[in-house]
């Protein structure tokens, strides 16, 4: 089972999403800080983090780049979230592997979720391959 991170300060967004998750079978984290968040990702390694950009404590976009210049986490692949404003003026400088825009299509949001899992079991693969 596909684990995923939520990092949301939001308990509304976080709960709706945990429940969406779950419902596709998912297995689902919570966080509502960077911080928390990059803790429960060194600790717990999710497959996909949720990552809400703006946050307490440690923003999301600092948050993001922790979990990818750790080699313990850096294969995680990060979704950002945000207002689409926020998204835009911060696209450039983020090493998220996916951007949502806030309010997000849940359809768009599932497949995006689907969409990076791919993703990591082709690089997975690729590096089992090359280790072979």
Same mark, same amino acid.
């Given at each position: 089972m596909s684990c995923v991170l939520?990092? +949301?300060d939001d308990p509304a967004i976080r709960g709706m999403l945990v429940e969406l998750?779950? +419902?596709e079978g998912y297995e689902t984290l919570v966080a509502g800080d960077g911080h928390t968040a990059v803790e429960i990702a060194t600790n717990q390694t999710p497959d996909v983090i949720l990552m809400d950009l703006m946050l307490p404590?440690?923003?999301g976009a600092s948050a993001t780049r922790i979990?990818?210049?750790?080699p313990t986490t850096a294969s995680i692949r990060v979704i950002a979230m945000s207002a689409g404003a926020n998204l835009r003026l911060l696209a450039d400088?983020?090493?998220?592997d996916g951007v949502v825009g806030k309010p997000f299509d849940l359809d768009a949001l599932l497949a995006d979720v689907a969409i990076q899992l791919r993703h990591l079991a082709v690089s997975e693969a690729l590096q089992s391959s090359k280790h072979e």
């Open positions: 939520i990092v +949301d998750l779950s +419902d404590v440690m923003d979990i990818k210049t750790n400088n983020l090493p998220a």
